[in-house]
């Protein structure tokens, strides 16, 4: 069942809550894999609402070699090489946060109008680079289609508050599109997706990312996790029992102290993030901020498990 909206807006004062993460990969392979390197960015961020307490992750087989840096937007990557035969990978992570509302008193209608955000993300000769323009392109899995732009100009008209523009893009979604678990993979066409008007968090937020760009607005993929039972009285959002996503789009002058310039927009579960999602790491598109990847020699065929748990360590506890 759908999840009803909620913005941290409402809120009569500022919360904040403790979560515990448990993420499990495993492979099974039906041959020995006899070498492999992977990537892992399961590590999650800190930032002005999200402090990241205590991080944990082991490998078995134990690796050859262990490396950890960040990339270019900041993320924590993890990378390991196997160089023993073996049937079997478990990547296990352990996370321990502290967030804090992000958009408390949040006025949408006092953001720039959606005409000045793109004056601002348009190049200029001699102008001074804005670095926000680079989610403002094409990427590979979100492509710029004519017919996202239509769908998206309803929401996005120039003399709109972008803020308000793009959270009304989020209901829409949320409104015309069926969550449908195990109905997409990553292969599948952003178009398909706007056609068959079904699928996964993940579809959604490449679907709203290509929207956004189309009409020359800067948006961002976000990966985290939910919530897998919320408080009492709270409904249980979608996409809890596993990597959830979401998008965040540039909104220049937000006035929300730890939001910084981006707003963080959830059509999944028609929401704006807050105490229930927490942040893993944001790119172009799911191909940047993928959980656990890696190339292997040897394998065969393999089966692939992936196990999240998120729950509160604490209840949640207003601001002294």
């Known amino acids: 069942m759908a999840a009803a909206t909620v913005t941290d807006a409402d809120a009569p004062a500022e919360p904040s809550a403790r ?74 992570a352990r996370s321990e946060v502290e967030i804090r509302s992000r958009y408390h008193g949040l006025r949408p ?19 001074a680079f804005e670095p926000a323009s680079e989610f403002s392109y094409a990427s590979p899995y979100v492509p710029l289609h004519e017919e996202l732009r239509a769908y998206a100009r309803e929401s996005l008209h120039p003399s709109r508050p972008i803020a308000q523009g793009a959270i009304e893009l989020m209901h829409r979604i949320h409104s015309d599109f069926r969550y449908a678990p195990a109905s997409t993979d990553i292969s599948t066409p952003l178009l398909e997706v706007l056609h068959r008007r079904e699928g996964v968090c993940q579809d959604f937020a490449h679907l709203m990312l290509g929207c956004l760009r189309a009409c020359g607005l800067a948006a961002r993929y976000t990966s985290g996790y939910l919530l897998t039972q919320p408080p009492p009285g709270q409904p249980r959002l979608l996409g ?33 993030p807050g105490l229930h999602h927490i942040r893993v790491a944001y790119g172009r598109d799911f191909g940047d901020v993928t959980p656990l990847r890696g190339v292997i020699r040897g394998g065969g065929k393999h089966t692939l498990s992936v196990r999240v748990t998120t729950l509160p360590l604490d209840e949640p506890r207003e601001a002294a």
């Open 240 to 272: 809890a029992d596993a990597s959830h996503a979401w998008v965040s789009v540039w909104c220049p002058g937000l006035d929300a102290p730890r939001a910084g310039e981006w707003l963080g927009l959830d059509p999944t579960n028609d929401c704006l």
């Open 109 to 127: 209608e006092q953001s720039l109008h959606i005409a000045r955000v793109r004056e601002r993300l348009t190049y200029r000769k001699k102008a």
């Open 19 to 92: 979560l515990s993460v448990e993420h499990e990969t495993r492979y099974e392979y039906a041959y020995p894999v006899e070498m492999a390197h992977h990537i892992a960015c399961l590590r999650p961020l800190s930032d002005a609402a999200q402090t990241l307490r205590v991080f944990e992750m082991s490998v078995l087989p134990q690796p050859a070699q262990h490396s950890t840096r960040r990339d270019a937007y900041g993320n924590s990557r993890a990378y390991f090489a196997l160089n023993v035969p073996h049937t079997e990978l478990v990547v296990k």
